[in-house]
């Protein structure tokens, strides 16, 4: 039977594994083709490589699946930037001369833990612009005279490009005059010209070639000359001597041979001629094949032609080089910032034409797109209806705005990526009420983004912005970690909107506007929000579910038994669904806690996950304020034996008397029929042959069954054992 899972992440990263069991309690029968939301993702800037490393386990113990990294390349304006003003694309940072975040071997021991993790890494692209310095740029070295002064256009610009050629003096960029969207520098940055075709080896190997590049000739603010050949620069380029894959690309009309590089031999890449936007194609696809990323969030969309996004499709298409457990590859998951909120210009850089978005089989040669958009409709629609004034704030306002129904009209998560805070400076702030905006966006389907501001570089920085202290618990709570499991475990299930306030407030006669909205996740969970900011709650009912008659259903967030949020005991831990599958819903207003918001849903198994064979326990930090972000706080079991095990203990289940009823309910039905065992990404741990569950749809994908001791709990009076 397929459940309801409840997940038990262990301590353990032995050798550097990761672990998790989870156990599924008996659920209603589902729908085959029910929405599931993808594990959220972790947006964490301000914190060096090695730092979000050692922080994996927490990363791992909350349960986010995916993670989005600031710009990992050499910075123009020096080491101390977030690095949007990108300076040279294949410098990620070296001994004795680290970007802000570490080196290029840090990063990718990063990204290797996370995916011992589960958890996919994503990179900002920068594809619109380079940095600041232009051919106007000088370093005087500091002296009156103007005898030892250097050009920008002397030093040989950036790596890779022309700030100026004969006969185009902008070279591969805009000119400065140049404005709108698309030509304009955003922010003072050098904006690239995409349309342009200056053809280089824009990496030289050898030197001597007259294809190559022009070389910068003088140091500048203590950086060597740009674009001097180099042997060490062939790692830049794909081997040419492999066989090479022909795609077909229907979106730009072409037939192309595309070839891999060679990470066993990095210095057999073959330099070809290029223009810029070759170039920026070639490095999307290092960075997934010999970085290890999985995708990128992709910098300034809105200022270039969606058509270099179809070059950038065809670069990565197929490119991951880490096949799934059933033969397939991994599709390149892209999602772009387009701060606009028009739905139809969002719409037109949006490219979902894969057959498949979570696998693409070894024998499809036709390029498609797995590129989605950040959600910015919805975050101007929360931001303008979850604000500090309870009396201007209106669900109806929110409800339909999201990018998600552009496509098909229905709310199903097919498009658009959720978020509510982000490290970028924007018009107008942010949701007053964010963690309702947090609860709206983590449970319903799709996308949907936390961001952590770390804060490792110190704080009060102009740039970026801080987020929620809490996305990984510690000494601000465990709000946004609670939502984010909830999310795991309950968000799944088609959307039905059951409950939305009048437009207007006449649900109560207050002169409220529309302050409470629920919807269902069909079979799943029930979400109730609240955007009211005094004290006390609201009660709505009947309020009609899809839930069986009889069904049990427990508040899962805490809120019903937090006494900040719920002083007065007023809103019930567990509610009964009524004969009609009807329940009354209490629902918090947000006061000074700003949790008005809860999650019923049918409750999962509950346990202990224990392991033998322990050598020793790597403990983590106490919360702190000043550590808040950076210090680990999940301890870790290190095993230096050649075995070890791992032990599941489920235990009966009951829950607090529903609303209105006296006695408190045994709910055999959430003592678990199953568990399941998973360590690192998928290994074969039984004597089954392979690894067990190998679709990459599947809830339970790389994980294993219990051979050894497998008794459920269902059929032991509540006592299961694994």
């Known amino acids: ?163 100026a050629l004969a006969g185009d003096g902008d070279g591969d960029f805009h000119g400065a005059f140049e404005g709108g969207d698309l030509n304009g520098r955003l922010a003072g940055l050098i904006d690239i010209a995409q349309e342009k075709n200056h053809q280089f080896i824009r990496h030289p190997i050898a030197a001597g070639n007259p294809q190559n590049i022009p070389a910068g000739t003088a140091s500048i603010f203590g950086r060597p000359p740009a674009n001097l050949p180099n042997p060490n620069n062939a790692r830049f380029y794909t081997d040419q001597a492999t066989s090479g894959l022909t795609l077909t690309d229907p979106e730009l009309g ?136 309870g009396l ?79 996305a990984l618990g510690g000494i601000d709570g465990d709000t946004i970690t609670t939502l984010v499991e909830l999310r795991n475990t309950h968000g799944r299930g088609n959307f039905h909107e059951r409950w939305i306030d ?3 407030g006449d649900t109560n006669g207050d002169g409220q506007k529309s302050s409470v909205y629920v919807y269902e996740r069909e079979n799943s969970a029930l979400v109730g929000l609240n955007s009211r900011l005094d004290a006390g709650f609201d009660e709505r009912t009947p309020v009609q579910t899809g839930f069986a008659p009889g069904t049990v259903l427990v508040e899962l967030t805490g809120n019903a038994n937090d006494a900040l949020v719920d002083p007065g005991n007023n809103i019930p831990s567990t509610v009964r669904v009524n004969a009609s599958g009807q329940v009354t819903l209490r629902i918090p207003r947000n006061d000074a806690h700003g949790k008005g918001y809860v999650v019923y849903g049918v409750a999962g198994p509950q346990g202990t996950l224990s392991l033998s064979g322990v050598t020793s326990t790597l403990a983590g930090a106490m919360p702190a304020a000043a550590t808040n972000g950076t210090a680990r706080l999940a301890d870790i079991d290190v095993i230096t034996g050649l075995t070890f095990g791992v032990r599941l203990d489920t235990t009966p289940v009951t829950l607090d008397a529903p609303m209105g009823e006296l006695n408190p309910v045994r709910d055999f039905d959430a003592d678990g029929d199953a568990a399941r065992i998973r360590i690192d990404g998928g290994m074969n741990l039984n004597n089954l042959p392979g690894v067990d569950v190998t679709n990459p749809t599947d809830v339970s994908y790389g994980f294993e069954q219990f051979t050894g001791t497998n008794s459920p709990g269902f059929t032991g009076g509540g006592v299961g054992l694994y």
């Open 254 to 389: 072409t037939m192309v041979t595309r070839y891999d590089f060679n990470n066993a031999a990095p210095l057999s890449g073959d330099p070809v001629l290029e223009n810029a936007t070759g170039l920026l194609m070639r490095n999307a696809q290092w960075m997934v094949q010999a970085i290890g990323v999985d995708g990128f969030r992709v910098d300034a969309a809105k200022h270039m032609p969606e058509w270099e996004l179809d070059y950038i499709d065809q670069a990565v298409f197929r490119a991951n080089p880490r096949l799934q457990h059933d033969g397939s590859i991994q599709p390149v998951f892209m999602f772009q910032e387009l701060l606009d909120g028009n739905k139809g210009l969002l719409q037109s850089y949006i490219r979902k034409d894969l057959p498949n978005p979570l696998a693409i089989s070894p024998s499809d040669t036709t390029v498609a797109g797995n590129r989605d958009a950040l959600d910015f409709p919805l975050f101007y629609a929360m931001r303008d209806n979850l604000t500090g004034n």
């Open 392 to 470: 201007a704030n209106n669900w109806h306002g929110i409800r339909n705005a999201s990018q998600d129904t552009q496509d098909d009209g229905v709310r199903n998560g097919s498009q658009g990526v959720a978020f509510v805070d982000c490290h970028d400076i924007l018009g107008g702030g942010f949701p007053h009420l964010k963690n309702v905006a947090y609860a709206y966006t983590l449970m319903k389907p799709g996308q949907a983004l936390v961001y952590l501001n770390a804060r490792e570089f110190g704080n009060g920085r102009d740039f970026p912005n801080d987020g929620k202290d809490d």
């Open 1 to 163: 039977m397929f459940g309801w899972p409840s997940m038990w992440r262990s301590r353990a990263c032995a050798a550097g594994a990761a672990l998790a069991v989870f156990a599924t309690a008996i659920a209603p029968t589902r729908a085959p083709a029910e929405d599931v939301s993808a594990p959220a993702i972790l947006q964490m800037f301000e914190a060096r490589w090695d730092t979000i490393e050692d922080r994996m386990a927490d990363i791992f113990q909350v349960g986010y699946g995916q993670m989005w990294l600031p710009p990992p390349q050499r910075a123009d304006s020096g080491n101390q930037s977030v690095a949007y003003d990108l300076f040279d694309r294949f410098d990620l940072g070296g001994p004795r001369n680290e970007t802000l975040y570490g080196t290029e071997n840090y990063l990718t021991a990063n990204i290797a833990a996370a995916h011992l993790a589960g958890v996919k890494i994503y990179t900002d692209l920068i594809l619109n612009h380079n940095g600041f310095s232009n051919l106007g740029t000088v370093d005087t070295k500091g002296t009156p005279s103007t005898a030892d002064d250097v050009t920008f256009a002397q030093s040989g610009g950036y790596p890779g490009f022309v700030v």
């Open 502 to 504: 009048e437009a207007f």
